[in-house]
């Protein structure tokens, strides 16, 4: 199947410092690009989403482009907080036009 | 309002035993998906049930896997002949029909012994 490749598997920043975790995706057609955030023994929950009619999205401290050429994808949190630690998905649509092929996670850790 | 929901939020079994986990998801959300969250892995993808419309089953790893939904809402997930490679959490998300944002539930944790 196609496939969503995420890096770093992990993360490891100081509290006030920026993190940025980057996918890949091999599916041409793919045009929506979500990303989770999963605390330890929690659901994901949806930070920020981008369609490929754009190629930059910001949501306060949380930010993600996109490069539909290069099929690849990126957050980017600015003045992390020991509260950002969390595994972080990154996804994209398939040709199915609902099922969503998602990364293998990255484990931010935020220390204070 | 209320989430998704998922039953129960662990179970233990031993192997060859049959499961079936639940999931209820979020009131007026007609496409309901099942993933599956290995140890260390993203989500894999098992099946999508949108309406009255036949599922799309193609994500399921084999034939000990089957799931319905009743009445277009609650969804039931059986694994037949459980092995301990099925050990794993469920994840069930719901979202609106033409919607891609998908929520998610809180996951069934299954321990195959």
């Given at each position: 199947?196609e496939n969503?490749?995420?890096h770093?598997s992990?993360l490891?920043v100081?509290?006030?410092?920026?993190?940025v975790?980057?996918?890949?995706?091999?599916?041409s057609a793919?045009?929506?690009?979500?990303?989770?955030k999963q605390e330890?023994g929690?659901?994901p929950q949806?930070?920020i989403?981008i369609?490929?009619n754009?190629?930059?999205k910001?949501?306060?401290r949380?930010a993600?482009?996109?490069n539909k050429t290069?099929?690849?994808?990126?957050?980017?949190i600015?003045?992390t907080?020991?509260e950002?630690s969390a595994?972080?998905?990154?996804?994209?649509?398939?040709n199915?036009?609902?099922?969503l092929?998602?990364?293998?996670?990255?484990?931010?850790l935020?220390?204070? | 309002?209320a989430?998704v929901?998922q039953?129960?939020s662990n179970?233990?079994?031993?192997k060859?035993?049959?499961?079936?986990l639940?999931?209820?998801?979020?009131?007026?959300?007609?496409a309901l998906?099942?993933?599956?969250?290995?140890?260390g892995q993203g989500?894999?993808f098992?099946?999508?049930?949108?309406?009255n419309?036949?599922?799309?089953?193609?994500g399921?790893?084999s034939?000990?896997?089957s799931?319905?939904?009743?009445g277009g809402?609650v969804s039931t997930?059986t694994?037949?002949?459980t092995?301990?490679?099925d050990s794993?959490?469920?994840l069930c998300?719901?979202s609106?029909v033409g919607?891609?944002?998908q929520?998610?539930g809180?996951g069934?944790?299954?321990l195959?012994?």
């Open positions: 199947g969503v490749e995420q770093p992990t490891s100081q509290e006030g410092d920026s993190a975790i980057k996918c890949t995706y091999s599916d793919s045009n929506y690009f979500p990303w989770y330890l929690k659901r949806l930070i989403d369609r490929s754009v190629g930059e910001k949501d306060q949380i993600v482009t996109l290069a099929k690849h994808f990126s957050l980017h600015t003045e907080q020991p950002d595994v972080y998905f990154c996804a994209a649509d398939t199915s036009g609902y099922a092929n998602f990364g293998k996670g990255t484990s931010l935020v220390t204070p | 309002g989430g929901s039953s129960p179970k233990v079994t031993e060859g035993k049959d499961v079936e639940r999931c209820d998801p979020i009131s007026g959300h007609t998906y099942w993933y599956r969250q290995s140890l989500l894999e098992l099946i999508y049930f949108q309406g419309s036949a599922p799309d089953k193609s399921l790893p034939d000990r896997f799931a319905e939904r009743t809402s997930l694994i037949q002949r092995q301990q490679e794993a959490v469920y998300a719901s609106l919607q891609e944002t929520y998610f809180p069934t944790r299954l195959v012994l």
